[in-house]
């Protein structure tokens, strides 16, 4: 036999059980967005990783799934993601699958804190001067009226989400039970120990007015006790118009903004265009962390680029 043979036929024999009575496969995990992902890693730990689906600037407002997306999708044990109303994207895929995989729908996990769509003031479009609609009742739009979506930066809910992600994994994987728990008491203790720092932080600038490019932030405003006035992008999966930006350069005086916040997955010449000349300031806040490297940190890097954000831009003299 020669030694190619023999080292497949052993490798062979070696796949079902790891040493410790452990089977060698993990479950495979798949996860949506990497603020998300990284909580997930953080309690697979050094057991396994978690597939990531949206890598870098992509917006999952906008995102178009990818043939390998699907195929990782049809191999997956467990998805977490939050739900149709963010990942639009998955909608389908996920209500197409099989009964192979265990999907955590996180929007409806008991014990998310669920916040509601900001209205009135800048942040919905005015509409005074525009022709009545016929039915008010149709589409207005992304999300609008229902709960915002953006559940992980809330460090109350980020915890959340690292319970709910060990007892799915203990479910698929009870031999781990202790790894999954052991891990996920690590990760709850980090983003205890973040929030902490991040209070310290933003308690000096908690009076000062602000505008975020899209409504994405209320859980992290609402965390640090924040005081945001609007939000540029009206729907985050279409480009704000000419009149809503003269619409809102107006509204910086009346409402004494200091900054006006731009992001990475949107066009920052639009913020530029309603700042000019004035003396209101702008920084880039990251919800999703184009730039950051996916894994167990990744989170607090986007809790703490968030914080260093609104406490430069606010906090300037
Ligand atoms: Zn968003």
Redesign the pocket.
């Known amino acids: 036999m020669d030694f190619i043979r023999k080292t497949l036929i052993f490798a062979a024999l070696c796949v079902p059980l790891a040493p410790h009575g452990l089977s060698a496969q993990t479950p495979d995990v798949v996860v949506s967005l990497k603020p998300i992902h990284s909580l997930v890693a953080g309690v697979m730990g050094d057991a396994g990783k978690p597939r990531l689906l949206l890598k870098g600037s992509a ?3 906008t995102y178009q799934m990818r043939p390998s997306d699907a195929r990782a999708l049809t191999e997956a044990d467990l998805i977490v993601w939050v739900g149709e109303a ?1 990942e639009t994207f998955l909608h389908r895929a996920v209500e197409n699958l099989g009964a192979r995989s265990r999907v955590v729908t996180l929007h409806e996990v008991p014990g998310i804190r669920l916040l509601r769509n900001r209205e009135g003031g800048i942040w919905e479009e005015d509409h005074h001067d525009e022709e009545p609609h016929v039915d008010e009742h149709e589409d207005h739009g992304h999300e609008h009226g229902e709960f915002n ?2 559940i992980w930066l809330d460090p109350a809910n980020a915890g959340r989400i690292v319970d709910e992600v060990a007892a799915a994994l203990t479910f698929l994987d009870p031999a781990r039970s202790a790894i999954w728990r052991a891990n996920a008491a690590a990760t709850r203790k980090r983003i205890v120990d973040l929030h902490a720092s991040l209070q310290a932080r933003l308690t000096p600038v908690r009076g000062h007015a602000f505008v975020v490019f ?3 932030y209320q859980y992290f405003e609402r965390a640090y006790g924040l005081n945001s006035k609007g939000a540029v992008a009206v729907d ?1 999966a279409r480009a704000p118009s000419a009149k809503r930006l003269v619409e809102l350069r107006a509204a910086l005086a009346e409402h004494k903004i200091r900054c006006v916040f731009t992001e990475p997955q949107f066009e920052p010449d639009l913020v530029r265009t309603v700042i000019e000349g004035s003396d209101v300031g702008t920084a880039v806040l990251d ?1 999703i962390g184009a730039d950051t490297k996916p894994g167990p940190d990744a989170w607090m890097e986007i809790m703490r680029g968030l914080s260093d954000s609104m406490a430069g831009c606010l906090g300037r003299n």
Request: no cysteine; charged share 10%; glycine share 0%.
């Open positions: 917006s999952p407002h963010m979506m953006h899209h409504d994405a985050p919800p």
